[in-house]
C-alpha cells in the first residue's frame, strides 16, 4: 500500500495541474507530522482565483476528495488532512478596495 502523503500529494498536484493555466508552476508540498498531513500547494499568482473559486467552492472539493482518498485507502490512520493554498506577499491582488 502507498504511503498516505505521497497518495494524496501526487492527486492534489494532478488535479491542480488540470486547473490551472501554467501547471509548470505548480508546487504541491506535504508536511506530515504525528496528528496531521498538510498539503501546501503554491500557483501562479493569476492561477490563484481558480484554485479557490467562486466562493472557495473548488478548494473545499479538492478538500473533500482529499478526505474521501483519506477515509476509504487509509481509514485507521487518524491523522487530520490538511490543505492550504499558499500566496506570495508581493502577490498583485489589492486588499484596499482603492
Known amino acids: 500500500m502507498a504511503n498516505m502523503s ?3 500529494r501526487t492527486f492534489v498536484q494532478n488535479t491542480t495541474e488540470n486547473i490551472v493555466d501554467k501547471p509548470e ?19 501562479h499568482d493569476a492561477d490563484c482565483g481558480k484554485i479557490i473559486g467562486r466562493g472557495g467552492r473548488t478548494i473545499d472539493a479538492l478538500k473533500v476528495l482529499c478526505l474521501a482518498i483519506k477515509n476509504t ?11 492550504e493554498i499558499l500566496e ?3 502577490s498583485q491582488f489589492n486588499y484596499n478596495n482603492q
Do not use: W
Not at 485507502?73 to 491523522?79: A, E, I, L, M
Open 88 to 90: 506570495d506577499e508581493n
Open 73 to 83: 485507502q487509509f481509514s485507521n490512520d487518524s491523522r487530520r488532512v490538511m490543505l
Open 25 to 43: 508552476e505548480v508546487e504541491v508540498k506535504t508536511t506530515v507530522s504525528t496528528k496531521a498531513v498538510i498539503i501546501q500547494v503554491r500557483v
Open 6 to 8: 505521497d497518495m494524496l
